[in-house]
């Protein structure tokens, strides 16, 4: 590896700073601030109610947060839409999956593959999709030819082949989470935001994800993992960062936070409570 | 495994067209009339289905489109003496603007309230319809002009056919798109919606498109509509009009394309069997009462068959 590449994969790219998130009377986050780089595994840890999942809608555009600003190596991403920030290059997969039902796996990578195809965003003018689908354009039928192509490439690589011809309603909970994080890896995101990708699958399928966790993080992804099976957690990430009822209250290495009194306490004070 | 999109939506539609291009010349011409009604109607519920079954949206004001596409070509056969064909790109064009326009108010809206923002269109655009003299006003528009074909004034059999190509060309259209990457991100997105946008899926300008092409085949439809029956008024654009094709929607099944076609011809094919049987059973009843035996008949297939006549929608549920 060149010195350049070297410091391409350990710039900074998703800025997140005194970002506050406010529910009526909850905080649900206080005041956050952190960086992830590209190529590294950021765990994201804390107990029910933390804050997690509103910290990645927050980055992702799901909600505005009401103070503070997330920006992607250093453009703003606060206040855009979920498809902008899409674009932009971050993506996420969700606490329950979200599945495309009525669409087969293959089908699912191709709707991910076609918003790529036009820059990270979908549709584009008329001129360019609507009318050549409609009037079955050769170059369309080709064009979609290759995405599906793609598709089963990349179900291929994620170990998912047998899968393509799957309908989605037919998929077990697991695959579910599998084809989302597919889907989401189709994109080939910047930054990739991950909430609870293991909760819910067997030992296999755990294995299954961190393999896919490790070579997005290998190609430069920075990995947002938001995890309650912190044993894998710790042995995945890079850094880590705790959250507890919406403050930052650790972050450092695995073994740093896994040794830190303070998190011991939030998750120990979580289970008394 | 390499996959190149098949559409045979349009060869089938073809093999209707021939079927209809031949009868026409041995129906009686009440049977003609219907068949060329249902063309119409199958037309702008082919558009419909795009944006309510695979993009998973809600229009209660397609009538209107279809008004738009009528006047518009009308004015534009009456004041400026324009050929109904041009008329009717004219119609489309108008149609598609509106809902353009529109669909900036609209798709912002979730399923109920796009409901009743397009039911407002509907409503709004009648009273256009009903209150601007210019084109005619609640007494409507006369002696509108035919569509020619050289020397040739279209008759009777002639709209049938012109009807079914232009359901041909439609459904055509509309498979090609369904099949696409477009069509399946329509699904993707009245799948979930939140999901598509994370990938990067602009869903309201999907939907905005999506709309407008719906307007489109809506906006064709009126002007054929209009031509054909050289006569047009407001009410024939009414608020029943626009449920009466998402009826044929769902009657066919949403998320199929010849399920529009076979919801149109059903519900003309009631609409007229209710006409006949209504005043002997009950004297008494007027005009309405056929219009509410139309809805209880088709209330009752719903509940029989909710996934409609033709529903293609995936049998298979969630583990
Ligand atoms: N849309 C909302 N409206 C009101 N309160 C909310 C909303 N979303 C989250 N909260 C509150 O914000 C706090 C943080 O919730 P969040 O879902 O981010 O936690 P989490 O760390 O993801 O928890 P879990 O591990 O259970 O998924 C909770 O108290 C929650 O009730
Ligand atoms: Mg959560």
Not at chain 1, 46 to 58: D, H
Not at chain 1, 144 to 154: F, H, M, T, Y
Not at chain 2, 25 to 31: D, G, Q, T
Request: aromatic share 8%; hydrophobic share 55%.
């Amino acid at each position: 590896m060149t010195a350049a590449t070297t410091a391409a994969l350990t710039a900074t790219t998703l800025d997140v700073r005194g970002v506050s998130m406010r529910f009526g009377g909850v905080l649900a986050l206080d005041d956050v601030t952190f960086t992830a780089r590209t190529g590294e595994v950021l765990g994201v840890m804390g107990p029910n109610g933390a804050g997690k999942t509103t910290l990645f809608n927050v980055i992702s555009g799901v909600q505005r947060p009401t103070a503070g600003t997330v920006s992607l190596g250093g453009v703003p991403l606060t206040g855009c839409p979920v498809d902008r920030v899409a674009s932009l290059g971050v993506t996420r997969t969700f606490q329950t999956p979200v599945m495309f039902w009525g669409l087969t796996v293959r089908e699912s990578i191709a709707v991910a593959l076609a918003a790529r195809e036009f820059g990270g965003s979908y549709p584009p003018p008329p001129l360019r999709a609507l009318l050549p689908a409609g009037f079955g354009t050769p170059g369309r039928r080709r064009a979609d030819a290759v995405l599906n192509d793609r598709a089963d490439a990349l179900l291929a690589s994620a170990g998912l082949a047998h899968m393509g011809d799957r309908a989605t309603e037919s998929l077990a909970f697991g695959e579910e989470r599998l084809l989302e994080l597919a889907r989401a890896l189709a994109v080939e995101p910047v930054v990739l935001l991950l909430d609870e990708p293991l909760s819910g699958l067997n030992p296999d399928e755990v294995a299954d994800v961190l393999t896919l966790v490790r070579a997005a993080r290998t190609a430069g992804v920075a990995v947002l993992l938001v995890e309650h099976a912190v044993g894998e957690l710790l042995s995945v990430a890079d850094r880590v960062v705790v959250l507890d009822h919406g403050r930052k209250i650790a972050e450092g290495t695995p073994s740093d936070v896994a040794a830190d009194p303070i998190v011991i306490d939030a998750y120990i004070g979580d289970e008394l409570e | 495994m390499s996959f190149a999109p098949q559409n045979a939506y349009g060869r089938v539609a073809l093999i209707v067209l021939a079927v209809v291009a031949a009868a026409v010349w041995f129906l009686p011409a009440y049977y003609t009339g219907l068949l060329t009604l249902i063309g119409i109607y199958s037309l702008v519920t082919i558009g419909l289905n795009l944006f309510m079954g695979y993009a998973g949206q809600v229009s209660l004001g397609q009538a209107a489109f279809v008004g738009i596409g009528a006047y518009t070509s009308a004015v534009l056969a009456v004041y400026l003496h324009v050929t109904p064909w041009l008329g009717a790109a004219g119609g489309a064009a108008v149609a598609a603007l509106v809902a353009y326009v529109l669909s900036f108010v609209a798709l912002r809206l979730r399923e109920n309230l796009l409901a009743l923002a397009t039911l407002a269109l509907g409503i709004v655009i009648n009273v256009v319809f009903n209150e601007w003299e210019f084109i005619g006003g609640s007494s409507g528009f006369k002696d509108i002009p035919g569509f020619k074909l050289g020397a040739f004034t279209f008759d009777p059999r002639a709209y049938a056919i012109l009807s079914w190509a232009l359901v041909a060309v439609g459904i055509w259209f509309a498979g090609n798109l369904v099949r696409s990457s477009f069509g399946r991100t329509l699904i993707a997105i009245s799948a979930g919606e939140l999901g598509a946008q994370a990938l990067g899926v602009d869903a309201e300008k999907l939907k905005r498109q999506t709309f407008v092409l719906s307007a489109v085949y809506a906006g064709i439809a009126g002007a054929v509509y209009a031509s054909y029956q050289s006569y047009i008024d407001p009410s024939s654009f009414g608020f029943l009009l626009s449920v009466n094709f998402v009826l044929m929607s769902v009657i066919g099944g949403l998320r199929s394309l010849w399920g529009a076609v076979i919801g149109a011809a059903i519900v003309v094919a009631l609409g007229q069997i209710l006409q006949a049987v209504v005043p002997v059973v009950l004297p008494s009843a007027r005009g309405d009462f056929q219009q509410f035996f139309l809805g209880a008949v088709l209330i009752a297939i719903l509940i029989l068959l909710p996934r409609g006549l033709a529903g293609r929608v995936s049998e298979g549920g969630r583990a």
